[in-house]
């Protein structure tokens, strides 16, 4: 399961298709399955995940958490793989 989460009003469900969309060619590339959670936010709040778990207190474009730590993360035993946060106005910008 691709799970794509968001708090912004302004978000196409464009956007949220090809995050899944490219999320499931990434791990068809990697011969890989598990879930993966995506959370889609503003430069507000991918400050302060920057922050908070890299005390690095600036804007990123996009921040993995893997679930398992380790050689290889293709496949932890419950299937989780990790989440993603992306900032979309970051990625809007970078796009262009």
Known sequence: MIDVQTELAD???????????????????????????????????????????RNIDRVTDVLTFPAWEGDAILCPPDGYLGDIAICFERAAEQAM
């Open 11 to 53: 978000l196409p469900e464009s956007a949220a298709n090809l995050i899944r969309r490219a999320v499931k060619a990434a791990l068809t590339n990697l011969n890989a399955a598990g879930d993966v959670c995506v959370l889609v936010t503003d430069a507000e709040e991918m400050q302060s995940l920057n922050a908070t778990y």
